[in-house]
């Protein structure tokens, strides 16, 4: 007869076997998602707290499967990072981001700055630096237009390899965000060495912001490393008018949220842009 002790074991392994078998459908059907057209791009708007302008979008990937339906990010892209088929999910982003932000310029409107998730996987390919500046020069987008998000993880990888990218990208023109920031190893020992522009201050932080004494102090604090190193600093997951208040008073420089606006398809960010 079973023991109890044994009937826990096969439960677990019932929702192990389970979630392996989605995992499996899931990247079967990955594979062909770029080619059947399954992949889009949504836009989220950054937003200046001072003037209230539009100053840049992040491009987030979506994928609406034939098979499954929508799945969400922090599903597939895992995925896509074990598979290895982030790297061709990842150029297709980076060429449809750029084009989109070009295609905006030529419209007439005021130039943003198109951020653009790379995943660790992407930055360790030796020649991420070629294909990126690639790109740049197929869609005609200039440099400064363009900003790459990594996160402390991914940088931490390979230090100093990691370094000497962020310096090529930045003798490209290209700008670079510190994503996620707070979550991972956090030293402030490094963070001088890393050539940054932006640092991202990650929404489990502001979710709590008006009721938690200690990520109000944490936000505080990056806040005023940020202008101490000359960093642009933004504040993630931005939902309430409360955080609004909070992070103007500490002059947080940029906000991106829900309270402006979730991400969303191209045609309706486009109603968000100032004609030039
Ligand atoms: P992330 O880079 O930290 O992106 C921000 C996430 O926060 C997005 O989730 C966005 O939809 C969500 N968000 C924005 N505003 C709010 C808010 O006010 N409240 C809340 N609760 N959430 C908000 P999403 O689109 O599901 O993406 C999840 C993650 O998937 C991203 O986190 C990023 O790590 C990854 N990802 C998305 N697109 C790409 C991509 O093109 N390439 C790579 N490598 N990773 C991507
Ligand atoms: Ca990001
Ligand atoms: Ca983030
Ligand atoms: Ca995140």
């Avoid at 989605?22 to 998602?33: G, H, I, T, V």
């Avoid at 987030?60 to 499967?65: C, F, G």
């Avoid at 999910?89 to 084009?99: H, N, S, Y």
């Avoid at 932080?205 to 933004?234: E, G, H, M, P, Y």
Wanted: aromatic share 8%.
């Amino acid at each position: 007869a079973k023991t109890k002790g044994a009937n826990v074991v096969e439960y677990y392994s019932d929702e192990m076997i389970k979630k392996n078998k989605r995992k499996m459908l899931l990247e079967s059907a990955l594979r062909n998602a770029l080619h059947n057209n399954e992949l889009h791009l949504h836009y989220q708007p950054k937003v200046n707290l001072q003037t209230r302008k539009l100053v840049g979008v992040e491009a987030l990937l979506r994928w609406n499967s034939n098979k499954y339906g929508m799945i969400s990010p922090g599903e597939f892209i895992p995925i896509a990072e074990e598979t290895g088929l982030i790297i061709p999910i990842g150029e297709w982003v980076l060429k449809t981001a750029c084009t989109q932000n070009k295609q905006w310029q030529d419209e007439g409107y005021e130039p943003i700055t198109m951020c653009i998730n790379l995943s660790a996987r992407q930055f360790q390919q030796y020649n991420i630096l070629d294909k990126i500046a690639n790109i740049l020069q197929e869609t005609n987008l200039e440099p400064k237009y363009l900003n790459i998000e990594v996160t402390e993880t991914m940088a931490m990888i390979d230090l100093e390899q990691s370094i000497e990218k962020l310096n090529a990208l930045k003798r490209l023109g290209v700008s670079i965000s510190l994503d996620d920031f707070g979550t991972g190893y956090s030293s402030l020992n490094y963070l001088h060495k890393f050539p940054l522009d932006v640092l991202k201050i990650d929404q489990s932080f502001i979710r709590n912001i008006n009721s938690d004494k200690q990520s109000a102090a944490i936000v505080k604090a990056i806040i005023s490393v940020s202008k101490s190193l000359d960093l642009t600093v933004i504040a993630e997951g931005v939902e309430i008018i409360d955080q609004i208040d909070f992070l103007l008073s500490e002059q947080c420089d940029e906000v991106q949220g829900y309270y402006f606006s979730p991400p969303v398809p191209s045609k309706k960010l486009e109603e968000m842009l100032t004609p030039a």
